[in-house]
């Protein structure tokens, strides 16, 4: 089946399951229950074991750049991957303590389109000033030195940062900032969901957890995908996939597929949002389900890193299949999901990109 046939095919399932799409209303308390439910079930012990790996990542950095465990740098890169990951999963909430003070991108600056990370780290580095070393110079220091994306670039470079060099502890600082900051959100995100309570717009928690849903899911398809792809294979770059230096550019996109997943389904006993979309449609709610599916089966079984596979003419077929249905899953998810559950998304900064 080609990519025209399958879009197509997927515009006609949409256009006929908006057709008969349930009117009934739903109760926006019960909304906003279960909003702070998966607030309180799902994101919030992602912060936490996101501030958990980001500690570890700092000790372990600071033990192997001190020379106390020359071996430390295969653990602090395992445990980067690790801590990549949790932030992955969180990397749509926007909104809340990480929209404060410049966290989000602080933790995490991509796309870095220019590269403006490695050029400011290069001077950095060339400066050597241990003011830089210290917590108080990230409260006024640029996004693209601040955490996650660019501590990539020093842990995963060709030659690991030596022990005792200006390089490695400025990684470490790095780490640290990104400790700091991955700690403070664990802190404050239950008061954050606790002010919920008394909001006036009662179904503004659930309208958050679905904006950051459609948002992740353009962001995959637009950026994550079709960067590195491109429009044809002369086209496709490997070094413009998301974090293609440690290798975690699918992994990523698992993440951010699992954050849905688990707004949808719930977890650990809490009901996700599929049995609520389930009572106003509940074809809607299997076409969704099987959507989820084949977009997470499509991704596993693409079977080489995505860098590879964009270079790769059978794997690019895969990999456009794979970009398809994220793209069928975004719209089902601004349009039929948010038009069952009577919430109006409104504007995205990523329309028209």
Known sequence: MTIKRLLTGVALSLSLLGATTASASVDPERERALGMALAESVVQPVYQRFATNSEALAKDLRAYCSGADAGAIDDSRETYRRALHDWMFLQAINWGPAAERNRHPSLYFWPDKKDIGSRQLRALIADADPATLKPAYFDNASIAVSGLSALERLLFADKAPEPGSYRCDLAAAIAGNSQRIAVELAREWPDFVEEWRLALDPRGSIKLMLKSMDEIAQIVSQQKIGMPLGSNPDHARARRAESWR?????????ANLDFIAALLHG??????????????????????????????????????????????PSARHRLMMLQANVDALQTLLAGDVSGALGITLGFNSRDGD
């Open 267 to 312: 977890t650990d006993g809490q009901a996700g949002m599929m049995p609520l979309i389930a009572e106003q449609d509940s074809d809607l709610a299997e076409v969704l389900e099987a959507q989820l599916l084949t977009t997470e089966e499509m991704l596993h079984g693409l079977g080489q890193p995505l860098e590879s596979a964009v270079e790769d």
């Open 246 to 254: 440690s290798g975690q550019s699918l992994d990523n996109i698992g």
